[in-house]
């Protein structure tokens, strides 16, 4: 947020956009890059840290223990339908950013 430009927020609520306004459609736009960084890495480490999960989860079923249950059974359609949309997501983000930059420049 250090980085961010503080005169385009003053110039959206100079032109009258309300606090909610201005955070939706100026704040929220400039920092929407480090949150789906941030949310692709927690979500990449809960994957890569099965074990410390595995010790630390309790009674609660997570995501990568479930997997892991599954396939410790025989691979049912779940996990192949759920690792095919992991792996899609990840290709709609990256196409997305790369048409994104594209427009840009």
């Not at 003053?10 to 606090?19: H, I, K, T, V, W």
């Not at 892991?68 to 779940?78: C, F, K, L, M, S």
Request: aromatic content about 10%.
């Amino acid at each position: 947020m250090v980085g961010l430009d503080p005169s385009l927020e003053e110039a959206a609520r100079d032109l009258g956009a309300s606090s909610w306004t201005t955070f939706w459609r100026i704040t929220f736009p400039m920092i929407l890059p480090g949150v789906v960084a941030g949310a692709l890495l927690a979500f990449a480490l809960s994957i890569d840290d099965f074990v410390i999960t595995q010790f630390t989860s309790g009674a609660m079923q997570t995501f990568p223990l479930w997997i892991w249950g599954a396939t410790r059974i025989g691979v049912p359609p779940q996990v192949n339908i759920l690792g095919t949309l992991i792996f899609a997501v990840g290709v709609v983000i990256a196409v997305v950013n790369s048409v994104t930059a594209r427009r840009r420049s």
